[in-house]
């Protein structure tokens, strides 16, 4: 039972943090198009290298998952 509850505040949480985010980010000006599309072309190489390669890795399970499962 106790286990149970800890998973629920986790979830809560987890909610809860994800509100607060897109709240946030409601709140933010943006400008024009570009701006809202290409972050006013401030995003750092590291970001942009990270969120490339979560997209690769993301496809390639895709994939992987559909030629197993066949």
């Known amino acids: 039972m106790e286990k149970q509850i800890w998973i629920a505040i986790t979830f809560i949480a987890f909610l809860l943090s994800f509100t607060v ?5 409601a ?3 943006q400008n024009t198009t570009t701006d ?3 972050a006013s ?6 970001l942009t290298a990270l969120s ?3 997209t690769t890795e993301s496809g390639y399970v895709f994939i992987g998952v559909y030629v197993f499962s066949s």
């Not at 985010?21 to 980010?25: A, F, K, N």
């Not at 072309?41 to 590291?46: E, L, S």
């Open 36 to 38: 809202y599309l290409l």
């Open 41 to 46: 072309r401030n995003v750092n190489p590291w």
């Open 52 to 54: 490339a390669m979560a």
């Open 27 to 29: 709140t933010q000006k």
């Open 21 to 25: 985010v897109g709240i946030y980010s």
